[in-house]
């Protein structure tokens, strides 16, 4: 007889599969910014989906009661995640295409509390000096995986050739996953139900990532383009540059036409064209 459970975990598998299968077909691309982070990303989430689902299937384990080891498995995962989500962020949107080793270890560094709280918690040497440096690691994890989610969002909006869409998706993959997951240990007590929410966290995750792929073309439309373009008219180029919005008000101005106007500026005020210039309309 199959059970309820043994649906849900199934699911989950396939979900993780799903995630695996994207981050393979991002590692066959050529090279494309973001396309490294983006397998890590996918790798380490999709182990998230994958690992539950294989400690669940054991038949001496219980997915929930007082042993609550397995509730910490996705989110354990998803944390770790978040990390190379924020690099695909800023490299794929064009916001930093090269970011130094010894910036990308000092940001990791705080992840390394993740790993510390599971040993401590194994040898049942937690502390509450420890719990509160586990609780400001969280919230900085957590603000990466909204910066990330951020970036992807403003970045689609700003440039009209990549589709809100994606960036939506995106995000429910990063944030969507966690918020489903985070009811597991929060808020669910029977093993159905905590193998439902896992399932679903995964099939979340895995249907972020298909529809960005498929229905809003990742890493065929990406924001970087914009992006890098925009500076390289305004920062690479001899000519005066201006990059105005719908209301012509100046938003940038290049070394160029701000050495031709005598060092002038835009400031907070974002004025016009022609205010800039010294014309009307």
Same mark, same amino acid.
């Given at each position: 007889?199959?059970?309820?459970?043994?649906?849900?975990? #199934?699911?989950?598998?396939?979900?993780?599969?799903?995630?695996?299968?994207?981050?393979?077909?991002?590692?066959?691309?050529?090279?494309?910014?973001?396309?490294?982070?983006?397998?890590?990303?996918?790798?380490?989430?999709?182990?998230?989906?994958?690992?539950?689902?294989?400690?669940?299937? #054991?038949?001496?384990?219980?997915?929930?009661?007082?042993?609550?080891?397995?509730?910490?498995?996705?989110?354990?995962?998803?944390?770790?995640?978040?990390?190379?989500?924020?690099?695909?962020?800023?490299?794929?949107?064009?916001?930093?295409?090269?970011?130094?080793?010894?910036?990308?270890?000092?940001?990791?560094?705080?992840?390394?509390?993740?790993?510390?709280?599971?040993?401590?918690?194994?040898?049942?040497?937690?502390?509450?000096?420890?719990?509160?440096?586990?609780?400001?690691?969280?919230?900085?994890?957590?603000?990466?995986?909204?910066?990330?989610?951020?970036?992807?969002?403003?970045?689609?909006?700003?440039?009209?050739?990549?589709?809100?869409?994606?960036?939506?998706?995106?995000?429910?993959?990063?944030?969507?996953?966690?918020?489903?997951?985070?009811?597991?240990?929060?808020?669910?007590?029977? #093993?159905?139900?905590?193998?439902?929410?896992?399932?679903?966290?995964?099939?979340?995750?895995?249907?972020?990532?298909?529809?960005?792929?498929?229905?809003?073309?990742?890493?065929?439309?990406?924001?970087?383009?914009?992006?890098?373009?925009?500076?390289?008219?305004?920062?690479?180029?001899?000519?005066?540059?201006?990059?105005?919005?719908?209301?012509?008000?100046?938003?940038?101005?290049?070394?160029?036409?701000?050495?031709?106007?005598?060092?002038?500026?835009?400031?907070?005020?974002?004025?016009?064209?022609?205010?800039?210039?010294?014309?009307?309309?």
């Amino acid at each position: 007889m199959v059970l309820p459970v043994d649906v849900f975990l #199934a699911l989950g598998l396939l979900s993780g599969g799903v995630v695996y299968w994207f981050g393979y077909r991002a590692y066959r691309l050529s090279n494309r910014l973001g396309r490294r982070s983006f397998v890590a990303f996918t790798t380490i989430l999709g182990t998230g989906c994958v690992v539950p689902a294989l400690v669940g299937f #054991a038949p001496t384990f219980q997915l929930a009661g007082a042993d609550a080891t397995w509730t910490q498995l996705p989110v354990m995962f998803w944390l770790l995640s978040t990390f190379p989500w924020f690099v695909f962020a800023l490299r794929y949107t064009g916001t930093r295409t090269s970011i130094p080793t010894h910036v990308l270890a000092l940001a990791a560094l705080p992840y390394l509390a993740i790993f510390l709280e599971l040993f401590l918690s194994i040898a049942g040497l937690g502390s509450d000096l420890f719990s509160a440096v586990g609780s400001v690691v969280f919230l900085y994890i957590i603000s990466l995986a909204i910066a990330g989610t951020y970036l992807l969002l403003q970045n689609a909006y700003s440039y009209d050739h990549v589709p809100l869409g994606q960036g939506s998706t995106l995000g429910l993959t990063a944030i969507g996953s966690l918020m489903i997951w985070n009811l597991i240990s929060t808020q669910i007590t029977s #093993a159905t139900a905590g193998a439902g929410a896992y399932a679903a966290g995964a099939t979340a995750a895995a249907a972020g990532v298909a529809v960005a792929w498929h229905r809003y073309d990742l890493f065929e439309s990406t924001p970087s383009i914009g992006t890098l373009g925009e500076r390289a008219l305004t920062r690479e180029t001899d000519d005066l540059m201006f990059v105005i919005d719908d209301d012509d008000r100046v938003i940038e101005i290049n070394e160029t036409a701000a050495q031709a106007l005598s060092g002038a500026r835009t400031s907070a005020t974002e004025p016009s064209v022609e205010n800039l210039l010294g014309k009307d309309s």
